[in-house]
C-alpha cells in the first residue's frame, strides 16, 4: 500500500475553485449522469405518495434544516482519528434527517453541511462527487422510512447496506480516483472492510436513535 498516496487522501487539506470548476467541465458527463439519477429520485419522491410527511410550519421546518446542516457542518469537521482511517457519524445524522423531515430534505441537508465543512475546515481536495455520496446518506434513508411498511430495523440495515455500495465503494471511489490517480483503488479495496465496520455503527446507531425519537417527538408533529 503506498502511504504517500494514503496520506495525501487523508490529510491534504484544499478547496479550490478554479480545480473544482475545471473537474465539472472536464468531466461533465459524470456529473449530467449523477443529476440526472439524483433528478430522477427526487422526481418520484414528490410524485409518489408517502405513507407519512411531517407536519411541521415553514419556520419549524426550517429551524430543523439549519440544525441538522450546522450538525452535519460539525461531523465533518470533528471526526475521531482511527489507523489509516477517520470515523465521521455525518452518516447517522444526515440519515435521522432523512427520515424526521424526509428524503430531499435529508439529501439537502448532507450536501450543504459537506460543502460549508469543505469550504471552512477543509480535511481533504474538496469533490462534488463525494459531495453527492455523502448526500445520499440523507436520501436513501428518507425513501426508505417513508416509503416501506417494514420495521425500523429492516428499513435502517437496508438503507445502509445501499448507502455504502453507492458510497464507499461506487461514488466516493470514483471521486478519490479522479482526484489523485488510479492507484487509489488499491487503497481503497484495502479500507472497505473498516469502512464496513464504522458503516456498521453508524447504522446500529441510527437505529437506536430513531426507535428513541418515536418515543419523545411529538406524533402529530412527524408521524413517526
Known amino acids: 500500500m503506498s502511504q504517500n498516496l494514503l496520506a495525501k487522501i487523508m490529510f491534504d487539506k484544499s478547496f479550490n475553485f478554479a480545480y473544482i470548476f475545471k473537474s465539472i467541465v472536464s468531466r461533465w458527463y459524470l456529473y449530467v449522469f449523477l443529476a440526472v439519477v439524483v433528478v430522477g429520485v427526487i422526481v418520484f419522491a414528490l410524485i409518489k405518495k408517502p405513507k407519512r410527511t411531517p407536519n411541521l410550519s415553514k ?5 430543523y434544516i439549519s440544525m441538522f446542516v450546522a450538525l452535519c457542518v460539525v461531523a465533518n469537521i470533528f471526526q475521531i482519528p482511527f489507523p489509516l482511517v477517520q470515523v465521521s457519524f455525518v452518516a447517522t445524522i444526515a440519515c435521522l434527517a432523512g427520515v424526521l423531515l424526509g428524503p430531499i430534505e435529508g439529501f439537502s441537508i448532507a450536501f450543504i453541511g459537506d460543502l460549508i465543512a469543505g469550504i471552512i475546515a477543509p480535511t481533504g481536495v474538496y469533490s462534488p462527487i ?27 440495515i437496508i438503507s445502509f447496506i445501499i448507502t455504502f455500495i453507492l458510497t464507499s465503494v461506487i461514488i466516493n471511489t470514483i471521486g478519490l480516483t479522479l482526484i489523485y490517480s488510479s492507484g487509489v483503488l488499491i487503497e481503497k479495496i484495502a479500507l472497505l472492510p473498516l469502512n464496513l465496520l464504522f458503516h456498521a455503527v453508524n447504522c446500529a446507531l441510527s437505529i437506536i436513535l430513531i426507535k428513541t425519537f418515536r418515543r ?4 402529530d408533529k412527524f408521524n413517526l
Open 59 to 63: 419556520t419549524q421546518k426550517l429551524a
Open 130 to 156: 463525494i459531495g453527492v455520496g455523502t448526500a445520499l446518506f440523507g436520501l436513501v434513508p428518507g425513501l426508505m422510512f417513508y416509503y416501506s411498511k417494514r420495521g425500523d430495523v429492516f428499513n435502517g
Open 216 to 219: 419523545i417527538l411529538p406524533k
